[in-house]
């Protein structure tokens, strides 16, 4: 909400500056102009300052109520998003968020992030494949690094959480 009294500075100021010019009219000499012409310099100064400060209030206000429905936008298609996918293990141990065939919508099996799902973001998991034949295969996260390690030293294809999911 825009400050009141900003606006109620700007009001003030423009009155005072309106009752100086009325005054206008009953000066005798140059030096009681002069010292008007001040006086109304002035308050008409205020005035600006006041109503400038009001609108940059307002401006901010307008940003923050655009941040927040931007936010509810994703939060809305975030709850869209992440019922598409099940809490499934492709290997024991290791624990990620699958696709669902049923809600695929044409895309190919994937993993997402456990830690990032609970943050409400989507991020798929990357193989990483080794880099010699001890290490074994890892779904990595690329924006918080997390690992999901499996238990194959080559390729692992990620399958759609019903096939994952022993009901």
Known sequence: MVDMALIQGAITGLKTAGDIAKGF????????VQGKVIELQSAIL??????????????????????????????KAWGTQKIRYKLASPCDGSMVYALQKSMCDGEPPHYICTNCYQAGKRSILQIRQPTNSIQLTVFVCPICKAEAPTQYKGAVAPKYADELIKE
Do not use: F, W, Y
């Open 25 to 32: 009219l009953e000066l005798k000499s140059i030096a009681d």
């Open 46 to 75: 205020s005035a600006q300052s006041s109503a400038l400060a009001a609108q940059g209030e307002q401006s901010s206000l307008v940003q923050r109520i655009r941040d927040l429905e931007d936010e509810i936008t994703n939060v």
